[in-house]
């Protein structure tokens, strides 16, 4: 039923049950809902079941629903046809349960040879090139609408069938945070960070018009006229973002999002009335506790007298990522708290071989507090509780950071006293310590 020709069926197995690469089953390997030369047969489960067959657990979870299935198909009232299409879906859903366990000592050899290339990396490319490391504190979705399955994609490598971050994920975030950075920096500190993201990312004509990106986030006059120092043409970016491979063994697990009103969502209905069927659309995810090894490289040279060397980009790619991995996440989904990563060290072009071991003393207070707190506060419990740690943080950039990064932006817009963030910092048992917190930020409540 998985289309395939009878060569590859021979070595494969007729559904593929030898192979134990992820990204072959779910991309070369999927079933089909309908069947060539069956045009009247048709099999809802097709989606949820490929996606079973690249998950945690998947295999037991096939197994569990050709239970079901059976069982079903031999009920006292059920028809004669709905018997056999019952028995038909256990029969695939049980072929489709016989997967092929990964080699632990091959994902343990990709583990050692992405750790083995950043090492290589560093030693090849030098001061020209930045290798950290990075963890997940949440779920992460890549490449959703991708996949063959719609909006239910996942980035994987094709030789290994493991979980990859695309460079060209990495540079996106990267370039976001540091445009909203240059947005919102001092007009002293504007000019330089547009200056290295124009070296960093690269510029055309319309990135340096009044609505391009760098005109909208340092000011069109700005913009034109750093732009003016590189020739006032377009500018090949002097950075390579390098697809960030896992170090450790990311586990893909099986995530769901779950509509209550598909008929009102699909517009045969006027209300979204509290009596629909939720219909569930499941999708892949990686699991929390992954972690990914990250290289930038400049791979051209820095253009002479403009004030800044090569160390001077790397070190601010560096914080750009580091802000855009643990305030604002990767991939897709990220305002739900998918895509979150863990602070990474703060020690510029520092490389971890291994899974990290950092304890909360290796972190600034400000890293310290996002870690303990970003994904465990809530304003009915714990938030006045984590005031006075807040609090303590004497800087101040970097307490406005941590508050960046645990309070959402969602939230910092609604900036009204009667909003239950805002009662936390203003009333109870900690409220001189958030008066203090909002006193430093200059944040206004109205």
Known sequence: MIPMSP???????DWADQVDNRSLLYEKFALPKKWVGKPDEKLNEAGRWSLLRIVRRGGDLLQKDASRLDRESRGESVTPSVRDRKQRDADVASNMGRIARAD??????VN???????ADL????????ITFEATLASRLILNLAGGVVENAGISLDRCFGLPLIPGSAVKGITRSQALWEIRNANPEDRTRLLKVALLLFGFSANDIKPKGDFAWAGGPGDAAAVAMEFGNGDLKGCASFLPAYPTNCPEIVLDM???????YYGGRRSRADDNESPVPNYFPAVKEGGTFGFAVLINRSVPAGIGLNTGDILDQARRWIDSALSQKGLGAKTAAGYGWFEPCARQTKALVSAPPTSTKSD??????FILKWRSRLNTKDNFPVALPELAAISDDAELRRAFEAVVPENERRRNRRNHPYWQAFTSGKFGD???????RLGFTLT
């Not at 050692?112 to 950043?118: D, I, S, T, V």
């Not at 560093?122 to 090139?129: A, E, K, L, Q, S």
């Not at 999002?257 to 008929?263: A, C, G």
């Not at 310590?433 to 006193?439: M, Q, T, V, Y």
């Open 7 to 13: 060569d590859v069926a021979e070595l494969v197995g």
């Open 104 to 109: 632990s000592e091959l994902i343990r050899a």
């Open 112 to 118: 050692q040879n992405a750790a083995r290339f950043l």
């Open 122 to 129: 560093r030693t090849t490319y030098g001061d020209n090139v």
């Open 257 to 263: 999002v779950n509509p209550h009103y598909p008929e």
């Open 363 to 368: 972190l600034s207070p400000a890293d310290a």
């Open 433 to 439: 310590a958030g008066r203090n917190i909002l006193a």
